[in-house]
């Protein structure tokens, strides 16, 4: 029962890098998001995805792009990393946008610009 | 705009004790809240959730939640803790309206000393 898989756990980038973070569900969930973490500050929603096909900024989706590629999948691209995306990020899912479902997390990615 | 305080960065309490973390919300509809944990290096876990009716909540491991709407407050609690509940709690709140967006706050550092 994998849940929500997120890829790589680890990354380190050099100032001006790209990366792709990777992030694959097997609930058949309708939404999934992008969080990041940064201490102190809670969870903050960079984007989200309500359904297969649509895409959404949330918070500080700044310096970010996204792709649903199916119903399983939602990356999240970094163009051209700064030390400001230094955090650690995850993926969740939902069943629906809708209403009171709970989230299902991923086990996170921890990015290091340097 | 919806919002939740998380008024304490960490609470200590006795193996034994019954514990209390804090959570107030301010939304613009009728609230959905949520209380998840994070353990160390590991993905946020959905604990329980309030959407309407009692206004007590059980949840896993033995948590409860208790939602006043005069006070804007959905606080967690435990009647006996445990070394094991040890973690970062955090609360969430979802704007009733039908907004795709589940704001959390910052949370709180549970530490439960035996």
């Known amino acids: 029962n994998a849940g929500v898989t997120q890829t790589p756990k680890f990354q380190v980038l050099k100032t001006g890098q790209s990366m792709t973070l990777q992030c694959a569900q097997d609930?058949?969930?309708?939404?999934m998001y992008w969080y990041r973490q940064d201490p102190g500050m809670g969870l903050r929603l960079i984007y989200y995805?309500?359904?297969?096909?649509?895409?959404d900024k949330g918070e500080v989706p700044n310096g970010y792009n996204v792709s649903r590629l199916n119903k399983r999948e939602f990356s999240l691209r970094l163009e051209s990393a700064a030390p400001s995306q230094t955090s650690v990020y995850f993926c969740?899912?939902?069943?629906?946008?809708?209403?009171?479902?709970?989230?299902?997390f991923g086990s996170g990615t921890r990015l290091t610009v340097v | 705009a919806q919002s939740v305080a998380q008024p304490e960065d960490q609470v200590n309490v006795a193996e034994g004790n019954p514990l209390t973390v804090k959570c107030t919300y301010s939304v613009s509809g009728n609230p959905y809240l949520f209380w998840y944990v994070q353990y160390p290096n590991r993905g946020l876990q959905f604990l329980l959730k309030?959407?309407?009716?009692?206004?007590l909540v059980k949840g896993s491991y033995g948590f409860e939640a208790e939602f006043n709407k005069s006070q804007t407050s959905f606080h967690l609690k435990k009647p006996s803790a445990l070394v094991s509940d040890s973690a970062l709690y955090f609360c969430a709140v979802r704007d009733g309206t039908g907004g795709f967006k589940t704001i959390f706050g910052a949370g709180t550092r549970l530490f439960v000393k035996a």
């Open positions: 309030y959407i309407t009716g009692d206004n």
């Open positions: 969740a899912s939902s069943e629906s946008g809708t209403e009171y479902y709970g989230y299902t």
């Open positions: 609930m058949n969930h309708n939404s």
């Open positions: 995805s309500a359904s297969e096909g649509t895409t």
